[in-house]
């Protein structure tokens, strides 16, 4: 390709508003453009980008057993409306209505569509299991569109599905598409973590599985062991035994016992005006949050719920969805906290309170702590669980921390990092088919619903994740895999006749030998192509100067900034024998 003729133009300035690195980098090198909030163009560079990612998911589903299909982004309503979605999924789901007034969505995701597809044709366990994918455009009206193509309102999607006649089934086909992620995300050059994950909205029985693109860009938290393997989602880590506990020697039923005969002497209500805060009732009582008992008031599906978690924890509200079954939790406001409790935010305690309580596992383990009084500026000292208030329903209720004990290995600690979901992986069992009837005959004749799972890939957003790792302060760096093109010729001097005959050359036969490679032919100042070049982080870069004319080339790695003068015959040996390698 020759670059004067490329669409793509490089900007100076990076746009006001891109915060994220892949944002800014992808609009200033040419690769993308932005139409509306969260809707994006890719230009001809964008695009050769994602073919290679396509084409990498592509190959792997196919190796993985998966078939190719093309689902239609317009979906009837009908279907939205029998799984139940059409109302839960809110106005992420893009709808409108065609010219005889019946209504439509655009597809933010295809379960509904392949499912009521199979139900039509599968009918017998002789023609299953199988697994379907397809590589197409998503719609979701997110409510923050943001960092480019990490978040988009119509973004690209690999979607997959499995069928299956047992658990054991969906096991395999869970276990195929997790190795294939595992090798598309590496054949990418992407640093990941496969991680625990709450199944959350999209329900279902089994497991899943999220993957993790690891960058400071991410909007999730990710908890690591330091010892094994151990992975999981800040909304799913959980938290192990304290410290002091990590022996195992003392089970929490023998602990609470112990502190019940314990003599802690009698709780006792203390004065602390205009204290609300943990910061505040700390410094003023010269004592350690982890001293503390915070005592949070949820309104879970409509009704007052209290969490207690000590004052150096924070509560988890998708431990507390899963341990009330509720649909959603919100923190209480003012009027509810005064009713329930009879005091202004800052005063609850769990003392007399006649709601359900929940006590997270740490505090249900402390000697004693400091907790709100349910009276204004009043505060309760020795504090003791089970014997000044009740502890009905003990359990894991609260984000792990920095630091923590591992709760797989006991060993390890774990160390939070940032992560971007490139992937998910995720077990649904008889969720849709129950919903949309979609049932097969087993071998004794009976009808029984399919099992499924399912497989998603933000191809888009997985290409803005590897920007986000690859990149320095001169521009992106891509990985040979997916680059735009493989090799960048950039001549010193358009105007240089012998600088322009050894590059046209070297193009020629660069392109003849089957490497993709771009051309720099515009008559711009050496500067101004050097830094377009490393803007845009094409590979490996051959440079023809002042040397030109004894056949000498300058031959640069963008990664690294390694630079060696060779022939040219050298540089195209390097050049091949680095594609051969990718
Ligand atoms: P998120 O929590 O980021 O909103 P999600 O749980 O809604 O993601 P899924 O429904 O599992 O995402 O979709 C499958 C994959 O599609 C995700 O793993 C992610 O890589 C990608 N994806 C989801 N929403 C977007 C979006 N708005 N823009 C770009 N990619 C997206
Ligand atoms: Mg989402």
């Known amino acids: ?23 800014r980098l992808l609009l200033r090198a040419g690769f993308i453009r932005q139409l509306a909030a969260g809707i994006y163009a890719y230009l001809p560079l964008g695009r050769r980008v994602l073919a290679k990612i396509e084409g990498i998911v592509r190959e792997e ?34 709808r409108l209505r065609d010219r005889h007034d ?71 086909s869970y276990r ?30 089994g497991g899943t599985h999220e993957f993790m693109a690891l960058a400071e860009a991410g909007e999730d938290t990710i908890a690591s062991c330091t010892r094994c393997g151990y992975s999981a989602n800040l909304e799913k880590a959980e938290a192990g035994l304290p410290e002091e506990d990590a022996d195992g020697t ?49 309104v879970a599906d409509g009704q007052p719920v209290a969490v207690l978690v000590r004052g150096d924890h924070e509560a988890n509200e998708t431990k507390l969805l899963r341990a ?3 649909e959603q939790a919100e923190l209480a406001d003012a009027d509810t906290v005064a009713s329930v409790t009879g005091a202004p935010p800052g005063y609850a305690g769990p003392i007399g309170l006649g709601i359900p309580i929940l006590v997270d596992e740490a505090v249900a383990r402390m000697q004693s702590g400091v ?9 309760v000292r020795r504090a003791v669980p089970g014997r000044d208030f009740a502890v009905h329903r003990t359990g894991d209720f609260r984000n792990v921390r920095e630091g923590d004990r591992c709760p797989r290995c006991g060993q390890g600690e774990l160390r939070l990092g940032r992560g971007i979901e490139v992937g998910h992986v995720f077990k649904l069992g008889t969720k849709y088919s129950e919903a949309l009837g979609a049932a097969f005959l087993d071998a004794e004749g009976r009808e029984r619903p399919l099992l499924m799972g399912c497989y998603g890939i933000g191809v888009s957003r997985l290409l803005a994740a590897i920007v986000e790792q690859r990149h320095d302060d001169k521009g992106i760096v891509w990985p040979a895999a997916i680059a735009p093109y493989r090799a960048h010729i950039v001549p010193v001097s358009a105007r240089d006749e012998t600088q322009v005959r050894v590059a046209e050359r070297l193009y020629e036969e660069l392109v003849r030998q089957g490497i993709e490679t771009l051309l720099d032919d515009r008559d711009e100042r050496a500067g101004v192509k050097f830094n377009d070049a ?9 440079v023809v100067g002042k040397q030109a004319g004894e056949g000498l080339v300058e031959y640069t790695v963008r990664a690294d900034g390694e630079k060696r003068l060779l022939t040219v015959e050298d540089a195209i040996a390097r050049i091949r024998a680095a594609a051969a390698a990718t």
């Open 1 to 23: 390709m020759r670059q004067s003729t490329l669409f793509a133009t490089t900007l100076r300035q990076s746009p006001a508003d891109a915060e994220a690195a892949s944002h």
């Open 61 to 94: 589903m196919d190796r993985a057993g998966a078939q190719e299909m093309l689902l239609t982004a317009l979906q009837p309503a009908e279907l939205w409306q029998a799984s139940g979605r059409y109302e839960v999924y809110g106005p992420e789901l893009v």
């Open 102 to 172: 019946r209504e439509f969505a655009l597809g933010p995701t295809h379960e509904e569509v392949i499912t009521t597809l199979v139900k039509h044709d599968i009918r017998s366990y002789r023609r299953l299991p199988f697994t379907v994918y397809q590589i197409q455009t998503k719609f979701r009206d997110e409510r923050r569109p943001r960092s480019g193509l990490l978040r988009g309102r119509e973004f690209l999607m690999k979607d997959a599905y499995s069928f299956d006649t047992s658990w054991e089934g969906v096991d395999r």
């Open 176 to 205: 195929r598409m997790y190795e294939a992620y595992v090798r598309i995300f590496e054949r990418c050059g992407l640093r990941f973590r496969a991680v625990e994950a709450d199944p959350g909205a999209i329900g279902g029985e």
């Open 250 to 298: 003392a089970g929490v039923e023998e602990r609470r016992g112990a502190i019940a005969e314990a003599d802690v002497e009698e709780a006792e209500r203390i004065y602390t005006p205009g204290i609300r805060t943990i910061e505040q009732l700390t410094s003023f009582l010269g004592i350690e949050p982890r001293c503390v008992i915070k005592t949070l008031l949820y």
């Open 324 to 326: 009330l079954n509720a």
């Open 371 to 379: 907790c709100g009084a349910n009276e204004a500026d009043y505060h």
């Open 534 to 542: 490393d803007l845009i982080g094409i590979p490996f870069r051959i």
